[in-house]
């Protein structure tokens, strides 16, 4: 995807891409400084011209940004031409310098338009922005409006002229002329936080933007030029939802305002102005939007509370640190963490102080917010990570018997969690990537084949839960409405779990969103208000009946669709908020979107009584509240900038003469077969693809990558995944995610920089040049070695094994019946030591049972680290193909696996006696 500055790039090409603004700038700081150097020489005529080519590829891009803004750009083209090459320099040194810095947006010097800094600029700050207003937030507000162009700049300097001493923040108008270029300035400028629409503004924008006609009609189904003039401001206002629904919306009309604002479809507009009304109000409106956001109820009440005497006669020492700062011997704790963390901490859920588990202040306003930020009707906060959130939502909703469908591949909290309620599992299977030693993710095939399965076994009653992981460990995404809908139209009362526990962060970026929990969710309460969805339903009764044969095999292949009227959209989401936002490690939460929530709210209050510490940790809490207010705030640049570094990785990876020798990160093509990718969409950097065509693969296809999750393989460099990253921590302190038998995962996240992506680079240069020098040191033998190890690490490589079946004394209907088992049952057998056995692994006693039998029947979870999913879980039978890959497996850490003893199984006539029991 486009990303690097390129000479007549169309301007629309740039949708992820605040980098490239960046570059372009410096492109042009770079020809100006030359230009002052030859000017200082006496040679002005061909800077000039370069200058001029470079400001031409800059300048359509700030029509859509607040700095450096008209007056500056003004003084610039006069400076130009004025063969002024030494203010051109200072003038675009300085620009460029406080783009990057970020320093426009608190150092009012940095907007004068003359060089000498103790002159002021009058059009940008009024006298009520002088003292202290550096400290407030900044901000950009986007104005739409069909205003003639020359009269702009004047609109901007009345809009700026509303601003008071008593305003908590401070913004800086965008001024734009028509529907296009608002899509646009939203699209590029993450900076905006609000959206002022007048009535009546055009639609083309002024540039040639061919790929966002191509965007906005493919991709949202919207053909601006045929919308009707009156609809115009609505429509923007809803596109500009879909795009970011963060951001606050305000329509001026001159129509009656209060029909406007009673039609369903101004939803997405927080007010409606009569537009000759005072624009005062619409001023304050943009604040108290951004303020609401910025507000952090939890938070704010904890800083109060620290700032606060309070003696303490409770329990937890540590609350106001005296015991630490007084202390000869821990005193450095207290210098470490510093005094806050302690005046923070208390045992108190009473004096103002929430409580978690039963809120009723400061942490439900959060929840809520939360809530609203993830497009969810209800948040819970769990402050010991999803690996509690997932067994909450097992306990809430599944009870004993209940059935369940789940991918085997799942994180472990999953197949605990039904453990504890006593669900049992039908597991379903991810792909194979049996040379990477990983698993992709569950095809929908795999999933409506147990539901039609259990619909044919007489026990879809039972089935009450679907969950999957989205993203996957290893970054496939599902397309999650089309998995819902599909289910649905089995079980049209089907509960969805998704973890995605990975994946919070993809709320804000417009491309990911859609293929979220949430995102899904919206989009199938949106088919289903369309009188459309009923009439596609009845085509389908037409031809497959109204009640679903499961034996048809047409049912298996076609695009199922619910019925409307029966559907039910009942969506659980956990989310690690740690993993991918600003917050403290165990931070998640607990998404709900069920319509039928009501029957399982009391489930949910037990799910907290139960699994909630009755000390939760107030920091934990307190970081939810303002990974929240970040992400409503900045998430959309930051998740942009994270999309951007993990496309400079792939791109700097696969182009290095030296590095692509031995490394390469596996593309979406390899990461989703071509199954499943009917959009035809191949990589990021297939040379051609940009990001429309990402788009619509992202719309279409069953997987998609989410670029920021990076598997590379290090097995061609000739390291294994556990190797490679322990020389990555120890040499180059490079911590990564998880390993694989040939590769590590590395991820961008919000946090990273083009530094980091620097330092990797260089890393990985020094590493293979290493190999290199090493390889041409030790000759043919050395050669020959290396290439054998390869070998090993990427052909010789254990076939994956399924999940076999669970013991039929663990199942209820054994012959030919469905195939969910007693995992719980199974699990607490092994409790009795006396019904179990253990045969170590490399004895032969295990290869005679897998011929003569009797079976083997495990008795507990065993988890190897990497991959990570359970090879067996309690009461499943031990096939040769799992003891091959457990033979072959050359981990250290297996969790449930003690070497010295061996397998744990439960003794055969144990299950027998348990079932009699
Ligand atoms: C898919 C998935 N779900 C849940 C979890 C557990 O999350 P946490 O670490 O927040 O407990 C993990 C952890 O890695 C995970 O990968």
């Not at 000039?48 to 003004?74: I, N, T």
């Not at 303020?291 to 009440?301: E, G, K, L, M, V």
């Not at 005296?322 to 210098?335: A, F």
């Not at 998640?588 to 907290?608: L, N, Q, R, T, W």
Request: with cysteine; hydrophobic share 40%; net charge neutral.
């Amino acid at each position: 995807m486009q990303a690097k500055t390129t000479q007549n790039a169309s301007l629309d090409q740039f949708f992820s891409s605040s980098a490239a603004r960046l570059d372009r700038w410096r492109e042009l700081n770079a020809v100006a400084q030359e230009w002052a150097a030859d000017a200082r020489s006496g040679n002005l005529a061909r800077g000039r011209a370069q200058v001029e080519a470079a400001l031409k590829e800059v300048r359509p891009l700030e029509d859509y940004f607040a700095y450096p803004g008209h007056q500056l750009l003004k003084v610039l083209d006069e400076r130009i031409s004025q063969d002024d090459a030494m203010g051109v320099g200072r003038l675009v040194r300085r620009v460029s310098g406080a783009l990057l810095s970020g320093s426009y947006r608190y150092d009012t010097d940095e907007w004068d338009t003359a060089d000498d800094s103790s002159a002021t600029t009058p059009d940008r700050l009024s006298a009520a922005l002088e003292g202290g207003e550096s400290k407030r937030p900044y901000f950009e507000t986007l104005f739409v409006t069909p205003a003639p162009i020359a009269s702009l700049p004047h609109l901007a300097h009345e809009i700026r002229r509303l601003r008071r001493i008593e305003d908590e923040m401070v913004y800086e108008p965008v001024m734009v002329g028509s529907f296009e270029d608002a899509v646009l300035s939203i699209i590029f400028n993450g900076k905006i936080e609000s959206v002022v629409i007048y009535d009546g503004v055009p639609i083309p924008s002024r540039h040639n933007v061919p790929l966002l006609r191509d965007y906005l009609t493919t991709y949202h189904k919207v053909d601006a030029s045929s919308i009707a003039p009156r609809e115009i401001g609505i429509a923007l206002a809803r596109l500009i939802k879909r795009i970011r629904p963060e951001l606050d919306i305000y329509l001026l009309t001159d129509r009656q305002v209060e029909k406007v604002a009673g039609d369903p479809a101004a939803s997405s507009i927080r007010r409606v102005f009569y537009q000759v009304e005072e624009l005062m109000e619409v001023h304050l409106s943009v604040i108290e939007g951004v303020a609401d956001r910025f507000s952090t109820p939890h938070f704010d009440n904890l800083k109060r509370y620290a700032a606060k005497p309070i003696g303490t006669f409770h329990a937890l020492p540590i609350a106001r640190g005296k015991s630490i700062i007084k202390s000869n011997w821990i005193r450095d704790m207290g210098e470490f963490y510093g005094l806050n963390l302690f005046l923070a901490e208390s045992s108190a859920t009473t004096g103002g102080l929430d409580s978690l588990l039963e809120p009723t202040g400061t942490i439900k306003v959060a929840q809520e917010k939360f809530a609203r930020a993830v497009g969810a009707d209800h948040v819970y906060f769990v402050t010991n990570g999803t690996s509690t959130s997932n067994k909450m939502v097992y306990q809430a909703v599944t009870k004993p018997g209940d059935i369940v469908i789940a991918d085997r591949n799942c994180h472990k909290s999953h197949h605990y969690g039904m453990v504890l309620s006593g669900a049992q599992p039908v597991y379903v299977e991810a792909y194979p990537m049996t040379e990477y030693s990983m698993y992709g993710a569950v095809p929908l095939h795999n999933v409506k084949k147990a539901l039609l399965d259990l619909k044919a076994g007489g026990k879809l009653d039972r089935l009450v839960m679907l969950t999957l992981t989205n993203c996957t460990f290893d970054g496939q995404v599902y397309n999650t409405r089309r998995v819902m809908e599909e289910c649905l139209a089995i079980k049209p009362d089907l509960v969805f779990l998704w973890d995605e526990a990975w994946f919070g962060f993809a709320r804000w970026s417009p491309f990911l969103r859609p293929r979220t929990a949430m995102g899904g969710a919206a989009a199938l309460e949106e088919w289903r208000a369309d009188p459309a969805s009923l009439k596609a339903y009845e085509a389908q009764v037409a031809k497959l009946g109204e009640d679903l044969d499961p034996k048809d095999p047409r049912v298996l292949e076609q695009h199922l669709i619910p019925d409307p009227r029966k559907m039910r959209i009942r969506v659980y989401m956990t989310t690690s908020v740690h993993k991918s936002m600003s917050c403290l490690r165990q931070g998640s939460i607990v998404s709900v979107k069920d319509e039928d929530y009501s029957k399982h709210i009391s489930g949910f209050h037990e799910a907290v009584f139960i699994h909630a510490s009755t000390s939760p940790n107030a920091q934990i809490i307190a970081s939810l509240d303002v990974a929240r207010r970040q992400m409503e705030l900045e998430g959309y640049e930051l998740v942009m900038r994270a999309t951007e570094i993990a496309l400079s990785i792939r791109r700097e990876i696969a182009a290095h003469p030296i590095i692509s020798k031995y490394f390469s990160v596996l593309g979406n093509d390899i990461m989703v077969p071509a199954e499943y990718r009917k959009s035809g969409f191949k990589d990021f950097l297939t040379p051609g693809s940009n990001w429309l065509d990402a788009g619509k693969a992202v719309h279409n296809d069953e997987f998609f990558l989410d670029p920021t999750r990076l598997t590379l393989v290090c097995g061609t460099a000739g390291y294994d995944g556990t190797s490679f990253k322990g020389l990555l921590a120890s040499k180059y302190d490079i911590q990564l995610n998880k390993t694989s038998r040939n590769s590590v995962l590395l991820q961008s996240n919000i946090n990273n920089t083009r530094s980091d992506v620097a330092h990797l680079i260089q890393v990985l240069l020094e590493i293979s040049q290493e190999v290199e020098a090493r390889l041409a040191e030790g000759g043919d033998a050395g050669r020959q070695a290396f290439a054998k190890k390869v070998k090993s690490l990427m052909e010789d490589v254990p076939n994956l094994p399924n999940f076999s079946r669970f013991h039929d004394g663990y199942r209820e209907s054994p012959k030919g019946g469905t195939v969910e088992g007693d995992m719980r049952g199974a699990f607490f057998a092994a409790y009795s030591e006396d019904d179990c056995e253990y045969v170590p692994l490399a004895s032969p006693e295990i290869d005679e049972r897998l011929k003569k039998g009797p079976e083997m029947v495990s008795a507990n979870f065993v988890i190897p680290y990497p991959p990570g999913f359970p090879i067996m879980v309690p009461g499943q039978v031990i096939t040769a193909d799992t003891i091959e890959f457990m033979r072959k497996l050359d981990v250290k850490e297996i969790h449930g696996y003690e070497a010295a003893r061996g397998l744990k199984l439960i003794k055969i006539k144990a299950i027998g006696k348990a079932r009699k029991g």
